[in-house]
């Protein structure tokens, strides 16, 4: 039976299925109940400063075949409730906690609180608005010198891991890695969801209540994997520091997660697929895994982590 753990800055995985932010990992039942499954680790909900409400809905839609959409407006607890919960449980699985904030003096606070309330390893969601005027239009993971300036600020904060979370709505999404590691960052997770908007035609408006949203699911995977693929090439011609990256974007199925780890992921991260298939799936998911591997001969994941890069590497 091939091997499928793999160990990253801050995370001993038993396999390389994380939950991805903001699905099931807002609760401590929610992510005791995610850990119970057959995941290898788990991400929480993006935590932020303060208590944030859901926007009104609808927030979260399957708009067509593989399509999920959502804008829920970053709704979590708190970082005050959300340290709280994690002096009272303790996790069976490791965990990277999820922050954003409004600046990056926020980040760094919020990620000092995290810290002292045990966390092992953050994972700084950079897909949110700037609080400084001039640049409110664009998030922080689109422009190069924020993500600098947040990561940077977090790395002197706290001695834990951190992984830069980034948006794929860029041109030249290694530019914005290559921002995030030169400033820190222990790794990379990516990609987040990508810029959409669906229309309502009976009700003629959009159909989110936000108006606009983000996509995930399956359609996205192939829009993620050339991410992943543009920043492991930048890494491996050493364009940019080298680094784990947690990989996602539509992921449902073993063999997916093979097309991940073969474009130079060390683990990925699930979360549209358990809309469809509750946290069964990443059992179902393992042994679609270790299946493939088996039958392919790859002994662990360091085996075939990166090879379809090499086939690519004469790339610009
Ligand atoms: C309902 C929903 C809520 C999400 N909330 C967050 C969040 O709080 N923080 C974050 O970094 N990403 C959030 N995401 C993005 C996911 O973590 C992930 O990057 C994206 O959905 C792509 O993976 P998937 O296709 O497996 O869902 C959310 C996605 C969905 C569908």
Known sequence: MAELTVEVPGLALSNPLMLASGIQGGSAAALHRVAASRCGGLVSKSIGPEKRE????????????????????LPNPGVEAFTNMMRENEFSK??????????????ANIATQMEDAGATALELNLSCPHSKPGSRSLIVGQQPELIKEYVSAVKQAVNIPIYAKLTPNTAQIAIEAGAALEAGADGISMINTVS?????????????????????????????????????????????????????GGITTGLDVARFIMLGASAVQIGSALIYGDVATFGQIEKELGDFMDVSGYKDLESMRGIALDSMEGLN
């Open 54 to 73: 859901i926007y009104p809905g609808p927030v979260c839609v399957e708009a067509m075949d593989s399509v999920v959409l959502n804008a829920m407006g």
């Open 94 to 107: 490791p965990m990277l906690v999820s922050i954003f904030g409004p600046d990056a003096e926020s980040f």
């Open 196 to 248: 959409a908007l669906e229309v309502d035609p009976y009700a003629g408006r959009p159909i989110i209540g936000n108006l606009l949203c983000g996509m995930s699911g399956p359609a996205i995977r192939p829009i993620a994997q050339r991410k992943l693929a543009e920043v492991a090439l930048a890494m491996r011609r050493g364009e940019i520091p080298e680094a784990p990256i947690l990989a996602m």
